[in-house]
């Protein structure tokens, strides 16, 4: 049971715009900004969204992160295929007093 | 660029004791970051086990605090995982990476997998 929560799974079509939500509660995502990592198979998360909106350098201008509350939210806009993988939300949490992660959500592209 | 990289036994027995170290080239590990461990179980999710700064202060999950130990190498710039009594919950895929700040973590190691079992 992960301490965030996201939906299991996600899907859309090549050129849909999906949203992929992280839920946590006043002592993580209510108090810290969210990071975003993408996983594809076999390999380390790569960061993909920080501090909540910030794209690092190489990261398309596709995705897009926000965060009200305690919630936070990743965008795709424009799917490709290649966004078929797995996508986690993690932020730092005071009652663990350490990180926590979403238990991640798998986006299919149909 | 910065790079990390994981080794360390691939297969540990049951009640044994979990070792790996991460080499982190094109930075110092002295600089003013912490560095972190974050394991995968298969097919699972992202579970935080443990952080250190180079000045050896540490940080552990609770649900593993009893029987870890994170160190530090600063001649080799490099640093160290070490989990005991381990049983086949601990097997996962390990992961180091440098933290940039709370959760934002980069860049992280390939991992390496890590199995409990006789």
């Known amino acids: 049971q992960s301490v965030l929560t996201q939906p299991p799974s996600a899907s859309g079509t090549p050129g849909q715009r999906v949203t992929i939500s992280c839920s946590g509660s006043?002592?993580?995502?209510?108090?810290?900004?969210v990071n975003w990592y993408q996983q594809l198979p076999g390999t380390a998360p790569k960061l993909l969204i920080y501090?909540?909106?910030q794209r690092p350098s190489g990261v398309p201008d596709r995705f897009s992160g926000s965060r009200s509350g305690t919630s936070a939210s990743l965008a795709i806009s424009g799917l490709q295929s290649e966004d078929e993988t797995d996508y986690y939300c993690?932020?730092?949490?005071?009652?663990?007093?350490?990180?926590?992660f979403g238990g991640g959500t798998k986006l299919t592209v149909l | 660029q910065v790079q990390l990289q994981e080794s360390g036994p691939g297969l540990v027995k049951p009640s044994g004791t979990l070792s790996l170290t991460c080499a982190v080239s094109?930075?110092?590990?002295?600089?003013?970051?912490?560095w972190i461990w974050i394991r995968q179980a298969p097919g699972k999710g992202l579970e935080w086990v443990g952080e250190?700064?180079?000045?050896?202060?540490?940080n552990y999950n609770p649900s593993v605090k009893s029987r870890v130990t994170i160190s530090v190498d600063k001649s080799r710039n490099q640093f160290s995982l070490t989990l005991t009594s381990v049983t086949a919950a601990d097997t996962a895929v390990y992961f180091c990476?440098?933290?940039?700040?709370?959760?934002?973590?980069?860049?992280w190691g390939q991992g390496t997998l890590v199995t409990v079992s006789s």
């Open positions: 990476a440098r933290v940039l700040s709370g959760s934002r973590f980069d860049p």
């Open positions: 006043s002592s993580n995502i209510g108090s810290y900004t």
């Open positions: 094109g930075a110092s590990i002295s600089s003013n970051n912490w």
């Open positions: 993690a932020a730092w949490d005071d009652s663990l007093n350490g990180p926590v």
């Open positions: 250190i700064y180079h000045s050896g202060t540490t």
């Open positions: 501090s909540d909106n």
